[in-house]
């Protein structure tokens, strides 16, 4: 399935198609379509005169843009040291077989979850830390984890 590049296009559009703007124009597009993918890499390549190559040198230095698509729900496992100290790499792995993550895949099959790393979320004390949807979960365990995963999964089927 193609994707519709027409706000893309707009954004571009509203900054002038300027080069300056690169980072700006490529942090709104993500925004819009929660990834850069590749038909938007090439739009904004285009669009700007410059290659495709340097455009997508840039989303690959900056660790916020993403590639791939993003499922609804973000899960990030910290790994800093106090969570890895208190078992954090567990809950990353039941999480991630749960999911029926394997390779390099970040996204759930069915685009509910991405599950991420992160080096550190700033709740040391509270380790071990996840968060999903930006709301922080402390002291978490491999079953705990599992049941937020599940909780999220049954409200999503009663709203379908």
């Known amino acids: 399935m193609e994707q519709n590049l027409d706000r893309a ?14 980072i700006a124009i490529m942090q709104e597009i993500q925004g819009e379509y929660k990834y850069l993918s590749e038909g938007a890499l090439t739009l904004i390549a285009e669009k700007l005169g410059i290659s495709t190559a340097k455009v997508y040198s840039v ?10 698509a993003k499922g609804r729900h973000i899960i ?11 078992k954090s790499g567990p809950i990353y792995d039941s999480l991630r077989d749960a999911l029926g993550l394997t390779g390099k895949r970040k996204t ?9 790393t992160v080096a550190c979320l700033g709740a040391c004390g509270l380790a071990p ?4 949807d930006g ?17 999220i999964r049954r409200k999503e089927a009663a709203t379908a």
């Open 9 to 22: 296009e707009a954004i571009i559009d509203a900054y002038g198609c300027d080069q300056s703007n690169l």
């Open 59 to 68: 989303a690959t230095f900056y660790e916020n843009f993403s590639l791939e």
């Open 76 to 86: 990030k496992v910290c790994t800093g040291t106090a969570c890895h100290v208190r």
């Open 108 to 116: 759930s099959a069915d685009g509910l979850f991405t599950l991420e």
């Open 129 to 132: 830390v996840m968060t999903i």
């Open 135 to 151: 709301e922080v979960h402390a002291k978490m365990t491999p079953e705990d984890a599992l049941a937020l995963v599940e909780d």
